[in-house]
């Protein structure tokens, strides 16, 4: 069965440290991996997808993330975080055929 | 540029009252439409999804139906609460034309039954 899996349920980092979110997925098809952040109270804003092609992917206000087909991962990164980056962050895993499977979600926390 | 809304923004509803919430996207022809719960402090349940005018599949059973009853309308509605029913809702759209596409989100209803 697919599924997604966030291991960390709370990051805790200071301002200006880097970061790794940790995702991982199983999906015996080629997958379609997002990552999506939602701010408190608010719905869903896309960081950065994942379709083909080059592992590493950028996305907005300096994230990126690497897939990894022979780990089942979806790693999120930022070189340095900013106290407006705490937030809860999603990782989904699309097989297609309108079926979406998100992961319970990181909370993110950055000390100033 | 796409607009999505979702009315009403939060809600009070008693344990066995009916219960309506609507999304309304503008600015896209024929989306691929979703409805997703969220309880409090966890992750999302895509609840149902329809590609088309008329057509609404069905993910998980939570005692809750939805409609689409225009193409750029979704319905989420049951005509019992339960307290289990608490939470966030969510609608998404996605482009016509493969579920693999980004989805973009509404701002949500806060629904609190009692």
């Known amino acids: 069965a697919q599924s997604v899996t966030q291991p960390d349920a709370r990051v805790t980092v200071s301002e200006g440290a880097s970061l790794q979110l940790r995702c991982k997925y199983s999906y015996s098809g080629t997958p379609y991996l997002f990552w999506y952040v939602q701010y408190p109270r608010q719905g869903l804003q896309l960081l950065l997808k994942y379709y083909s092609g080059d592992p590493v992917v950028q996305g907005v206000n300096g994230f990126e993330a690497e897939f990894s087909k022979s780990n089942s991962s979806f790693h999120l990164r930022k070189a340095s975080v900013h106290w407006s980056d705490s937030a809860v962050y999603f990782c989904v895993l699309s097989t297609g055929y309108q079926n979406f499977y998100f992961g319970k979600g990181t909370s993110l926390t950055v000390i100033p | 540029a796409q607009t999505i809304h979702q009315w009403p923004v939060a809600e009070i509803k008693a344990v066995g009252s009916p219960l309506s919430l609507g999304c309304t996207i503008k600015g896209k022809s024929s989306p691929n439409l979703y409805w997703y719960w969220q309880a409090t402090g966890g992750t999302l349940q895509q609840l149902f999804y329809s590609i088309t005018v008329g057509q609404v599949e069905s993910v998980v059973q939570l005692n809750l139906s939805a409609s689409r009853p225009k193409d750029d309308q979704f319905i989420l509605s049951t005509e019992k609460l339960l307290l289990s029913h608490s939470g966030f809702y969510l609608c998404?759209?996605?482009?016509w034309g493969g579920g693999q596409d980004t989805q973009y989100f509404g701002p949500g209803t806060r629904l609190l039954v009692l």
């Open positions: 998404a759209w996605s482009p």
